[in-house]
């Protein structure tokens, strides 16, 4: 398999499992981890790198102090940017999803901040959930299934 353009995008993450458990699936999967700060924690943290094992020192691990330096930073072109919220209005099955893609997520407790999603409705995608009884699911799990469905064609699937 060639290495993925894919790079998934956390925005003030505030779980260090949860990061440490992207990255790892970022690692498997050959993809680019970006944070966006603040974070609820300190990347050195135990927890991180638990969740990580041993492969967070194979993260390839790009971070920006704010939404508006990856912004100027990257340039991403709007089309290749896809926000995942739970009440998206599009099913994340839908797009053909960019090689070069931008996966963007939100904090566990308050998802995507509106400044980001201003004027992105066609661009926010959410996970199907056949139970009204679950408000939400874990964000590891969400970015797994996402970089799973972004990667179909590249894995053959």
């Known amino acids: 398999m060639t290495e993925s353009c894919l790079k998934m995008v956390l925005v003030t993450p505030e779980i260090p ?3 440490g458990a992207i990255g790892r699936t970022c690692v498997a999967l050959g993809l680019e981890l970006i944070l966006i700060k603040p974070y609820g924690f300190s990347l050195d943290e135990k927890s991180v790198r638990r969740a990580g094992t ?8 790009t971070e920006y102090d ?5 912004l100027e930073a990257r340039k991403p072109v709007r089309d290749s940017l896809y926000f995942f919220e739970e009440h ?3 099913s994340f099955y839908e797009p053909e999803y960019q090689r070069d893609a931008y996966l963007v997520f939100g904090c566990e407790s308050a ?4 400044s980001i999603l201003e004027d992105m409705d066609d661009r926010v995608f959410h996970l199907p959930m056949l139970d009204s009884r679950v408000r939400s699911l874990n964000l590891a799990n969400v970015a797994t299934a ?10 053959g699937g």
């Open 88 to 90: 998206g209005a599009q």
């Open 54 to 61: 041993d492969y967070w020192k194979h993260v390839t691990l």
């Open 146 to 155: 996402v970089i799973y469905q972004a990667l179909r064609p590249q894995l």
């Open 66 to 70: 704010s939404w508006r330096h990856f």
């Open 111 to 114: 998802g995507l901040p509106r």
């Open 17 to 19: 499992y949860n990061t």
